[in-house]
């Protein structure tokens, strides 16, 4: 961030005004980081000039709701993008998507990244992905807007390592799939499922084969059953609710 203000600053502007956009710009970042309602942004100003009566700046800021969401849309994330895509274009990444239930005509397929950086690894948000029309939820809707956000960035599918997706056949199917699309742009990309999602197929089978088989409903015994009861049974410390049967036969295995 402090990047993003040096980099915006203006020879023209005083050290006042310098300093004055960027508290707005760190009092925009924070609220958008704690998820606070950017409404709240209209006191801010008053508030300010209310609690530091002797201070320049605090007199001077002037950021409500339209400037602050302005300074979000319009300044820093668009910076922000700029850099993440100058990343991705010259390092390997891995790109990782699931999309939203396609019950009507429009479906989101939100697009993440992971790239290494002096924090380390990290992973950004890329795009929505989103897809429409009676198709929006086929492989090859899905692997198109894949197609048209890296191009649109000119980022190369030659810097792109591994595609984390879900187990469902759209996504990994040996033959018109995002996979099978995925590795004609680049066979060397390692595709993985979720083992996540392995783990809880099972669980959910599992409880209703073990239901069938003793008559012993496990979703009822977990609906009155807290985690705290269990972890002074079992000596565990978590502290969740049970209530469906797939979270008490996993909790179990």
């Known amino acids: 961030m402090d990047m993003f203000i040096q980099g915006t600053q203006s020879t023209e502007m005083g050290q006042l005004e310098t300093q004055t956009r960027r508290a707005e710009v760190k009092v925009a970042m924070t609220m958008l980081q704690h ?17 530091f009566p002797d201070s320049k700046i605090a007199q001077k800021y002037s950021s409500a709701r339209t400037k602050t969401t302005a300074i979000i849309n319009k300044c820093v994330a668009p910076y922000l993008m700029d850099e993440l895509v100058k990343n991705l274009c010259d390092q390997p990444f891995s790109l990782a998507t699931d999309g939203s239930n396609d019950t009507g005509r429009e479906k989101l397929n939100p697009l993440t990244v992971k790239i290494w950086s002096s924090q380390g690894v990290i992973q950004r948000f890329l795009d929505m992905g989103l897809t429409s029309g009676t198709s929006c ?3 090859e809707a899905i692997f198109n807007k894949m197609n048209e956000v890296l191009e649109g960035h000119s980022i190369p599918w030659a810097n792109c390592v591994a595609l984390a997706v879900d187990n469902a056949s759209v996504n990994l199917g040996a033959r018109n799939s995002i996979k099978s699309r995925v590795l004609d742009q680049n066979p060397s990309i390692y595709v993985l499922g979720c083992p996540c999602h392995i783990v ?38 978590n502290h969740r609710s049970l209530e469906t049967r797939t979270r008490g036969i996993t909790f179990h295995v």
Do not use: Q, R
């Open 137 to 139: 939820g086929t492989a």
């Open 200 to 237: 809880h197929n099972h669980a959910h089978a599992g409880g209703l084969v073990y239901s069938e088989m003793s008559g012993f409903e496990v979703e009822d015994f977990c609906k009155y059953l807290t985690m705290p009861d269990f972890c002074a049974a079992y000596g565990c410390s």
């Open 35 to 51: 998820n606070i309602p950017l409404a709240f942004s209209d006191h801010l100003s008053p508030l300010f000039k209310e609690c």
